[in-house]
C-alpha cells in the first residue's frame, strides 16, 4: 500500500534511559543503554545503542581488542576523541562506520583523549549480506554535509535533511543526523513513512511532532509511529525553552528478520553464534586495523 500524502509523525513512547553505569573499563568510564536489544523486534532494525561516557587519565587506554560479526556498528563521537595506532583518530563529530559482516576484531589499541562521549549503534542487516566482507570507513565532521536554516543546524551523516544529501555504503537504508535547535526554532523533517526511528536528547529540551507535540528532555528517547506501507513522512522538531536542544535523530528501514546474539556476536540462528564463535577461536576474524591498510 503506498500513500503520497505525508503524515505527520509524532512520539508513540518515552523512554527515560537510566542514571550512567559503571562502564567495561572500569573507574573513570560509565555507559547508559539508550536502545536495549532485548526489544528488538519493536526498534528493527536498531539492535542497540550505548552512550559511553569516559573520563580516563591521559594515555591510559579503554578496554582492549575484541570482536564483532553479523551487524554493522555506526560509532559517533559527541565529545572528545579517541585515538588507536592502527587504526587512526576520532575527533568530536565523527562518524565511523563499521561493516562486522563476517567477522572483525577492533579496538587493538584505543586511548581516549580528554573527557569523551562516544554513542555506538548496532545495527541488524539482511540475512543474505550478514556475512559480507568486513570493511571501515569514517565520515569527518567536516565532510558531514550541514543543513542551516534560522535557529538549526543539521549535519547529516546518512539519508537526507531537506535539500542536504548524505550518501554511504550500507546494507540497510539509515537516516542519521546531529541536530542544533535554537529555543523556538523549528525543522522539519522528511522520512520514509516505513522507516522505525527516535529521537535522542542529548542537551537541552525538544519538542518533538506537530501542534503540541512530545517534550523530551536530556536523556529522553521518543520513538516515533510509523506506517507498514511507502510514502513520504515529516517530522517536526522544535528547540525548547529557555536553551534549545541537541539531539540525534536515528531512523532506517526495517527487516522483519528475527536475530539472535551472544555477546558481540549477531546471528539469525543459534547455528549461527555457534559457527562464528568457533571462527573467531580459530583466528579466522579479520582485523580492523589490516582493513585500514589494505584500503
Known amino acids: 500500500m503506498t500513500s503520497s500524502t505525508p503524515f505527520q509523525r509524532r512520539v508513540a513512547r518515552t523512554i527515560t534511559t537510566p542514571p550512567p553505569a559503571p562502564g567495561f573499563a572500569g573507574p573513570g568510564h560509565t555507559a547508559v543503554v539508550v536502545v536495549d536489544p532485548s526489544h528488538f523486534d519493536e526498534q528493527d532494525p536498531f539492535i542497540l545503542l550505548a552512550d559511553d561516557r569516559v573520563d580516563l587519565p591521559e594515555g591510559a587506554p579503554l578496554g582492549g581488542e575484541h570482536p564483532h560479526a553479523g551487524f554493522e556498528i555506526a560509532t559517533f563521537v559527541v565529545e572528545g576523541s579517541v585515538h588507536d595506532q592502527d587504526e587512526g583518530v576520532l575527533r568530536a563529530g565523527d562518524v565511523q562506520w563499521m561493516m562486522a559482516g563476517r567477522g572483525v576484531i577492533h579496538n587493538e589499541h584505543v586511548i581516549p583523549h580528554g573527557r569523551t562521549r562516544i554513542l555506538q549503534l548496532w545495527l541488524t542487516i539482511p540475512e543474505t549480506d550478514r556475512w559480507s566482507e568486513p570493511r571501515i570507513e569514517t565520515t ?25 544529501h548524505a550518501p554511504r555504503r550500507g546494507h540497510v537504508p539509515v537516516t542519521l543526523i546531529d541536530v542544533r535547535l535554537e529555543s523556538g526554532a523549528t525543522l522539519d523533517q522528511d522520512l520514509p513513512a516505513s522507516y522505525n526511528g527516535f529521537v535522542y536528547v542529548l542537551d537541552g529540551t525538544a519538542r518533538v511532532g506537530d501542534g503540541d507535540g512530545t517534550t523530551l528532555r536530556s536523556g529522553e528517547v521518543g520513538w516515533l509511529d510509523r506506517r507498514d506501507e511507502e510514502g513520504p513522512s515529516i517530522l517536526r522538531l522544535s528547540g525548547g525553552a529557555p536553551e534549545g536542544a541537541r539531539l540525534v535523530l536515528y531512523a532506517g528501514q526495517p527487516q522483519n528478520a528475527p536475530i539472535v546474539m551472544h555477546g558481540p556476536f549477531v546471528g539469525g540462528t543459534r547455528a549461527d553464534l555457534m559457527r562464528i564463535s568457533r571462527e573467531y577461536m580459530a583466528g579466522r576474524f579479520d582485523r580492523v586495523s589490516a582493513l585500514r591498510r589494505n584500503a
Open 140 to 164: 569527518p565532521r567536516d565532510a558531514a554535509p550541514l543543513r542551516r536554516e534560522p535557529g538549526v543546524e543539521a549535519r547529516v551523516y546518512s539519508g537526507s535533511s531537506g535539500a542536504v
